[in-house]
């Protein structure tokens, strides 16, 4: 059974930093693409970053230069760096694999999802 478990998530003044972590049971990540992607109140979800299974990354504009998504393979674990964290960075995140059907599959191309982790951006 394959399970996907966020934490990191939290309550964080703007311009902070929170730093997302996914732990993976019953897959190997090396072999996925792995995503985060988020859902805002009254918002579609979107794509925020992935990690490809060669180690490419790829940002949603409104992230780029503030968020850093990696891998620790050793623990089977990805994580979202956080920086300069903006009010409208307020959402739930959820951590996202995919085969690699391509190098930055689609969001409806991801195979298993996590429940989530709520990131407030609020003073």
């Known amino acids: 059974q394959v399970q996907l478990v966020e934490s990191g998530g939290g309550l964080v003044q703007p311009g902070g930093s929170l730093t997302l972590s996914c732990a993976a049971s019953?897959?190997?990540?090396?072999?996925?693409?792995v995503a985060w992607s988020r859902q805002a109140p009254g918002k579609q979800r979107e794509l925020v970053a992935v990690i490809s299974t060669r180690g490419d990354r790829n940002y949603t504009d409104s992230v780029k230069g503030r968020f850093t998504i990696s891998r620790a393979y050793a623990t089977n674990t990805v994580y979202l760096q956080m920086n300069s964290l903006k009010p409208e960075d307020t959402a739930v995140y959820y951590c996202?694999?995919?085969?690699?059907?391509?190098?930055?599959?689609?969001?409806?191309?991801?195979?298993?999802w996590g429940q989530g982790t709520q990131v407030t951006v609020s003073s």
């Open positions: 019953g897959i190997i990540f090396s072999i996925y693409a």
């Open positions: 996202n694999a995919g085969r690699p059907r391509r190098r930055f599959p689609f969001l409806h191309e991801y195979d298993y």
